[in-house]
């Protein structure tokens, strides 16, 4: 797809996938609006966008609370009329077993994972309707396929962003706006960053680049599928463990469980 001149949304845009994703949308032409709590690395990521010939927006947002979405979306919509593609990037993890973690730990993964992105899509579906285009990119994680000790509440606002999506995809069938969520594995950012996981192994050998994720981000703006997992060899894996979940559940559950204990 040629994204020269479509308006791109991105949230989570500040560091890792979300920074990425701006830089290779900016590469093709795109007018790119940069949504994340830390305004000072926004304009700065916005200044290192300014050699592309491109309209590069900031706007200091925090998705987990709806008046900030709808602020945001007020201002965009004023200035753009509409988005093209919206990508639904922000989220982090906790990592602690369900026990050891507070209500406030839970809830605030859900806040921003899941309904940061239900507040986005409440308010820029509408216009994307009206025009009868636009593409939705949600950035899930394979872990909205594996429930895993030690990232359970992180596991389930994903499992929600898959299922939400799966069911909007229906909803939006021959309206001209399309839903993709892209599934990738571990990726090297600060994802890991947070002190919860101070005592666990920051990446394995297998894990991605932020660069390949947000190219697959790219594929998914324009396209017919609804997931999109990364690499593509763990489809697979997928695959096995909704077929033989008696076997492949207990051999995966068994590492973490592992490390989780032993933290």
């Known amino acids: 797809m040629d994204f020269e001149d479509k308006t791109v949304l991105i949230t989570g845009a500040s560091s890792g996938i979300g920074r990425q994703t701006a ?42 609370k709806k008046d900030h979405v709808r602020n945001m979306s007020e201002i965009v919509l004023k200035k753009f009329g509409s988005l093209d593609i919206l990508v639904n990037n922000a989220g982090f993890a906790i ?20 309904l940061g992105m239900t507040y986005c899509i409440k308010n820029f579906l509408p216009s994307m309707l009206e025009k009868k285009s636009g593409h939705i990119v949600n950035v899930a994680s394979v872990a909205a396929s594996f429930g895993l000790p030690g990232i359970a509440s992180y596991c389930a606002s994903k499992f929600a962003m898959l299922g939400f ?37 920051r990446y394995t050998p297998a894990s991605l680049s932020s660069q390949t994720v ?50």
């Open 23 to 64: 830089i290779e949308f900016a590469k093709q032409g795109a007018d790119v609006i940069l949504a994340a709590r830390r305004k000072d690395r926004l304009e700065q990521l916005q200044d290192e966008l300014a050699k592309y010939d491109t309209t590069i927006m900031v706007c200091q947002c925090d998705v987990s």
């Open 95 to 114: 990592y602690g077993a369900v026990s050891d973690l507070s209500i406030e730990d839970i809830e605030s993964q859900m806040n921003t994972n899941y």
């Open 165 to 201: 999506s799966e069911g909007l995809r229906h909803e939006l069938d021959g309206t001209g706006v399309g839903v993709t969520v892209v599934s990738p594995i571990m990726v090297r950012t600060d994802f890991f960053d947070h002190p919860s996981f101070e005592k666990m192994p």
């Open 214 to 263: 947000a190219r697959a981000i790219l594929r998914a703006a324009a396209s017919p599928r609804l997931e999109i997992i990364v690499p593509s060899v763990v489809r697979g894996a997928v695959w096995l463990k909704h077929t033989f979940p008696y076997l492949i559940n207990p051999a995966l559950a068994r590492p973490f469980k592992k490390q989780l204990d032993s933290s």
